[in-house]
């Protein structure tokens, strides 16, 4: 998986060695997870990508404003 972004709670990257329909993963470190680390991870379509992309788009202008 190629990473794409990364911080210490959130990491996004591209499957690009294997054909899926939903090439994009999402992963959240769960926080409240007490026992070690544990990570939820989301796979995601092109389509759903770019839904998320416009929300935070309008999101970050909202809070610009």
Known sequence: ???L???SNIR???MDDIKT???IAI???DVCY???EKWD???LTVGEIRKL???LNAAIKEKEN
């Open 1 to 3: 998986m190629k990473r």
């Open 5 to 7: 972004f990364a911080t």
């Open 12 to 14: 996004v990257g591209y």
């Open 21 to 23: 329909d939903k090439p």
């Open 27 to 29: 992963a959240v470190k």
């Open 34 to 36: 007490k026992d070690g």
């Open 41 to 43: 991870i989301a796979h």
């Open 53 to 55: 992309r416009d929300v």
